[in-house]
Structure formats: C-alpha cells, structure tokens
C-alpha cells in the first residue's frame, strides 16, 4: 500500500510539471503533512510554519538564516525603551504585497498592516478573531505576548510603537515568530466586503520570498517566485510541497530525483544516505525535547504517585536505540541542553520497574488501564511514533498496566483533540523551539495560561508559574539561568510529562541543491536556495 501511494503521487507531480512550461527551475520538497492552513497566526504545527510563514509571511524581524541571531526583515531598525516596556520599529518603505488572481494591492505595506496583524489576535470583538471554524491563537495566549502587551501605536505609517504592562525579558524574541507574521490589511478589507472572510486563511497574501498558486488537499501545495520581493531574487522559479507523509516514500521520491528535498529521514537510514554519492545530509543538534503528557487534570493522572510510577517504568536508553537509532540524548528537563537555561544537574526518574510497581500500590492502582496517544507523523523530536508507543506500551505491561494504543490519522486533528482539558490518557507529543529563550519551552508549555492549548499535561502549578514570571521580569541571564534550575526541580517533583528524549536533527537533499542551510530551530527555509542542473 505505501509503494502504490508513492507512484500515485509521484505521478500526480509529474502532471504538474508537465503543465508549468516556463519553470525553468523547480524545488520540490516532500513535506511530512499538510498544513493547517495558510494563516499561520492561529496554527501551532511546524509543519504549517513551513508552508505558510517562512515562505509566503515575513515578520518586522528575522532570524538570520540558519541561526537564532535576530536580524531586521519589514521593521529596518528598533528602538527598546530604557525601562524595557516600550519597542518602536521603524519599518521598511517600498514593501509590495503579493499579487495573485485573487488580489492587487494598490498601496505598499505600512503601519496599518502591522496594526491590523497584532490586533486581530486580541480583539475579542474584531470578526477577525473568530473568522475560521475551530480559530484560537494558541501562541498569543501561551507565550504570554497577549497579556505582556498594553497597546500598539501607529506613530505614523512607517513607525510603529508597542507598549508592555512590565519590563519583560522575553517579549522581544517572540517577534520573529511565525504568529507574529504580517498579513496585508487592505486585502482583508477586500475579504470582509466580500463576505470571504475564511479566505485569509485558504488563499494567502504575504510579503515574503515566495507567492502562494494552489493547494491540493494533502496532496501538493504550489509557489512561485515574488517577482516583487523587497529582498534579494530568488534563485528557483517555483516551489511545490509534495505531501509525503510515509518517510520511507520521502526517502523513495528523494532517490529517485522526484523530491530535492525531505525533511526527516528515518534514523535508522542515515548511514545509507550518507553514503550515497547524489545525495547530503545536513544535521545538527536541536532545540527539541520528546515527551509524553499526562492529563493532570483526570484521574489517575492527578495523582503524581502514578505519574511518577509510569516515569519509573520507561526504560528511555531503549527507546533511543529503538526509535532514534541513537541520534539522541535522554531528556532529564524540558530544556534541551543546547539551551542556555538548561541545569545538568537535574536528576531524572531513574528506571526502576519494581520501584515502580511498589509507587502505583501505595496509590491504590492495580490492573491500571490507560491510554496512549501516538504520533500519527515524524517530528524531529519523535521521527516514529508508532514505535515509541509500543515500547512504552511494554514497558508499562511490565509493571502491570494495560495500555491502549490510540491515534488520529491527522496531525492537526490530533494536535486539536489532545489540546482539550477533558482529554483522556496520555499524549505523545513534543516541541521544536521557536526561539533561543527558555521560556519558548518552560512557559509556552507548562504554565496556566497554556492549559488547554500547548499545555497538553493541563498542569496548573502556582509555584511554578510564580518562577516563570520572575524569570520574565528579569534581565541578568545568570539570573535568569537560577530561577529555572528551580522551575526545572519543581517539575521532575510534579511530574506532568514524561521526558524522553532531545533528538539530532536531519534534512537529507539531493547535491543538486545548493545554498540550503538546516535551521536550528527546525523550520525549513527555501528563500535563496538555488538547484544545479
């Protein structure tokens, strides 16, 4: 069955480029999914990030290509304010919006794009804000941004100023991230007269590097070169996305030339790839943790007792073999140890299945059935799923508890569903940094405000999030490093997830690709990327 789906949408690519005569030169990138939509203010999934805000958004600041450092993009200087609550950005002239068969801007971007970018996402009264089916702005809420800002101030149309309840350490990295992309207010207007609101989120009109043409439902999305993009021309005329969810098919299209690009290799294959003579391997060490969630908020997940006893159980050295082929290291913390917060001295659960088995006695557990939500993707922090959940599975079988294996053919079917506080069992999931600060991880997903969205453990602790706003509220990263020792003890005692594992990160592509640089935050790039013949 997945050889036959491989030829079908090989030959569905195929058709495509026979039909685009003039594409003198196309990059084809097997992504793992589809996205959630082409909005990429409201989505969480990387997956989306990739075919929505890195090749068709920009945001007033960047991440430098293939690094963290935090480069101008549509704001070409900042100015922070000495008692850290106010940044004004002093934004870039001559910026085109896209024009597609759908829209013609008739005027450039300017301070009402941004305006209109920021607010929808906190005007509760704005159509805006509830204008797709199943909407939220999980990312708004569960950084914290939303209720860090006071106002934002058009100063004049090409000035922009934000001001923010306190001083915050972390406001300024959320900038380059993908929810805080800029989307044209004009072409709004254009919707909302017409009745069409949905459409922001079907047909896309951005700024960035590449134009949005089609979208095939989990089948192939379709770009092309801005013609006028306000940065450097791009190299390839046009960009397609083939929706390659099986990575042995990814790693098929590759080899045979139908794919440049693919994302995550299976581990177990990179030895092969390596050694193939039309093909590289690019890997680093990523900002990621794997992790399994416990629904704090259900029983017996509110007691820590048992999820102290289900961590005791998870013998994580066999899952890096089995599952990462080695490329990882055990997680001990949330934080992966590439990050500047992260503590070594943090002490994990050790394995100790009678251990184990004696802490779910003292919490009155025996013949404990359960619930385990499965990856239905590979993720750079969980490249299968599958097999996680079956080792955990025996693992748990060996102390005693009955494991149900459950998944969602959908990533964003499953993503949704394993957000909801009244969600049953425990859910493999996991995080790619957004940005170089802690609390990208240690806020974003594991304070109250994230409950019900990022926080798929439902984990609301008082103490914790005391720590988390103090390490918001000061400056000195030493400082700043103490408070989330104490956030990252504070966790290993309550116990919300189980920490599996910080993965290496792969993309494999074909030698004909040149200028592609892997992302350590696990986006993939493809402005500036170029394809010999």
């Known amino acids: 069955m997945k050889r036959i789906a491989y030829f079908a949408a090989a030959a569905v690519l195929a058709l495509g480029m026979a039909g685009n005569a003039y594409a003198a030169k196309q990059l084809v990138y097997c992504s793992e999914g589809s996205p959630e939509g082409f909005d990429p203010a409201p989505w969480t999934a990387g997956t989306t990030f990739d075919a929505s ?16 450092d935090i480069v101008p993009s549509l704001a070409e200087s900042w100015d922070i304010s000495q008692d850290g609550t106010e940044i004004t950005f002093h934004l870039r002239k001559g910026v085109k919006f896209q024009t597609t068969d759908y829209f013609k801007p008739t005027r450039d971007f300017n301070a009402d794009d941004v305006l209109f970018s920021f607010n929808r996402q906190r005007d509760k009264t704005s159509p805006w804000y509830t204008y797709a089916p199943g909407i939220t702005w999980q990312y708004w809420d569960s950084t914290g941004f939303g209720a860090a800002v006071k106002d934002i101030t058009k100063v004049d149309d090409y000035t922009v100023k934000f001001t923010f309840n306190s001083a915050d350490s972390t406001v300024f990295v959320n900038f380059p991230t993908d929810y805080l992309s800029i989307v044209s207010k004009e072409y709004a207007d254009q919707l909302q007269k017409a009745g069409n609101l949905g459409d922001l989120n079907l047909k896309p009109v951005g700024t960035g590097p590449f134009t949005f043409v089609d979208y095939q439902t989990d089948a192939t999305i379709r770009y092309k070169a801005n013609p006028d993009y306000w940065g450097d021309k791009q190299k390839i005329d046009t960009l397609v996305f083939q929706i390659t969810k099986e990575p042995a098919a990814a790693e098929q299209a590759l080899k045979a030339g139908d794919c440049d690009v693919i994302p995550y290799p299976i581990p177990a294959d990179i030895p092969g790839l390596k050694a193939d003579p039309n093909l590289q391997v690019f890997q680093t060490q990523g900002l990621n943790v794997g992790f399994l969630a416990y629904n704090t908020q259900q029983k017996p997940f509110d007691d820590v007792r048992v999820r102290k006893a289900l961590n005791m159980a998870i013998n994580k050295q066999a899952i890096l073999e089995g599952v ?26 050790a394995y100790d299945p009678d251990a184990a088995k004696k802490l779910l006695a003292d919490a009155g557990q025996s013949n404990l059935k359960l619930k385990l939500w499965w990856m239905p993707v590979a993720r750079p922090y969980n490249p299968n799923g599958k097999r996680m959940g079956e080792l955990v599975q025996a693992d748990w079988k060996a102390i005693g508890v ?132």
């Open 53 to 68: 805000s890195r090749t068709i958004y920009d945001r007033l600041v960047d991440f430098k290509k293939g690094g963290t």
């Open 402 to 533: 009955d494991v149900e294996l459950f998944s969602i053919g959908d990533w964003p079917t499953y993503l949704a569903e394993s957000s909801k506080v009244d969600r049953d069992g425990v859910v493999m999931v996991g995080w790619g940094a957004d940005n170089s600060d802690p609390d990208n991880f240690l806020g974003v997903l594991l304070t109250c405000a994230a409950v019900g969205s990022n926080n798929r453990a439902q984990w609301c602790n008082k103490d914790y999030d005391a720590l988390i706003a103090k390490g918001k509220a000061t400056f000195d990263q030493g400082e700043r490093a103490k408070i989330y020792a104490q956030a990252a003890e504070l966790f290993k005692q309550e116990a919300p997830w189980a920490t599996i594992a910080h993965s290496v990160q792969f993309v494999a592509t074909s030698k004909k690709v040149v200028d592609f640089a892997q992302d350590p935050l696990g986006y993939h790039r493809f402005n500036g990327v170029d394809k010999t013949e």
């Open 324 to 349: 990462y082929a080695g490329n990882a290291q055990i997680a001990k913390e949330p934080l992966p140890p590439a990050s500047w917060g992260y503590d070594d001295a943090v002490v994990d659960d």
